[in-house]
């Protein structure tokens, strides 16, 4: 039974690390991931690129996620069904991202892992962490 599962932390805790270990570890038994990460965040981007990086100097292509954007819609233009979906910058989906989600996991048996932060510098939570501790099947 697949699970939505959200992972955070503070920044440079290792979040983007763990996230490409685990791409990589589905990707050693032939099961391909869908890493996906926000729009919101460019650091990474080469062009049109998006790419997930960590500190270490490692990093793997990503498919960008805008907070409207219809998360099935990704789905449809690979060429796969994947066996994980993995989110990076969690924080920054919306409440309709959550929800697709977690139909995804739901209804397609597809696990997702979220990776992201909790809370902005002042201590609230950001509106995604928010919604994935409503709907997170394992924190």
């Known amino acids: 039974m697949a699970k939505l599962k959200?992972?955070?932390?503070v920044m440079n805790a290792g979040?983007?690390?763990h996230l490409l270990q685990l791409a990589h570890n589905y990707?050693?038994?032939?099961n391909k991931t869908l890493l996906i990460t926000s729009d919101?965040?460019?650091r990474s981007k080469v062009g049109e690129?998006?790419?997930?990086?960590?500190?270490l100097g490692i990093k793997k292509e990503a498919i960008p996620y805008g907070r409207e954007q219809d998360i099935q819609e990704i789905l449809e233009k690979v060429d796969f069904v994947p066996?994980?979906?993995v989110v990076d910058e969690a924080q920054f989906l919306s409440p309709y991202n959550v929800q697709q989600l977690t139909d995804l996991v739901d209804f397609m048996n597809?696990?997702?892992?979220?990776?992201g932060l909790r809370t902005v510098s002042f201590g609230n939570l950001f509106e995604g962490s928010e919604e994935l501790f409503k709907h997170a099947d394992k924190i």
Do not use: N
């Open 6 to 9: 959200f992972i955070y932390s």
């Open 15 to 17: 979040k983007s690390t």
């Open 27 to 30: 990707s050693v038994f032939q």
């Open 40 to 42: 919101l965040d460019t």
């Open 49 to 55: 690129q998006y790419f997930v990086e960590s500190r």
């Open 83 to 85: 066996s994980c979906i």
């Open 110 to 115: 597809i696990p997702v892992v979220c990776y």
